[in-house]
């Protein structure tokens, strides 16, 4: 069992940056990823990394912008949003295991980022 918590929401102005940080307790070997949820609209997926590869996984409308890297001694990862947009605005969400690009076993409460134009 893992269990999943998010920090590091917040309101900030469009142009401006925040960093979510996802804390996980437990055995965690897995990819993790973040998710977004935008109010009236479906939950999408964001970005990706696996447990032993560094390399980020994006979805088309954050890359360039958004960078995600994890730190397996802390058990934690993050997801830094540079150049952020009103658009931007919803619910993230950390996720673990599963595919985790689509249907992730394990998910966090969510924590709110609000873009300001």
């Known amino acids: 069992q893992v269990q999943l918590v998010e920090s590091g929401g917040g309101l900030v102005q469009a142009g401006g940056s925040l960093r979510l940080i996802c804390s996980a307790s437990?055995?965690?070997?897995?990819?993790m990823g973040w998710f977004r949820q935008a109010p009236g609209k479906e939950r999408e997926f964001v970005a990706a990394?696996?447990?032993?590869?560094?390399?980020?996984f994006y979805a088309d409308s954050v890359k360039g912008r958004f960078t995600i890297s994890r730190n397996n001694a802390k058990n934690t990862v993050y997801l830094q949003m540079n150049s952020l947009k009103p658009e931007d605005t919803a619910v993230y969400y950390c996720?673990?295991?599963?595919?985790?690009?689509?249907?992730?076993?394990?998910w966090g409460q969510g924590t709110q980022v609000t873009v300001s134009s």
């Open positions: 996720a673990a295991g599963g595919v985790v690009t689509t249907t992730p076993n394990y």
């Open positions: 437990g055995q965690n070997t897995f990819a």
């Open positions: 990394i696996g447990w032993t590869s560094g390399e980020g």
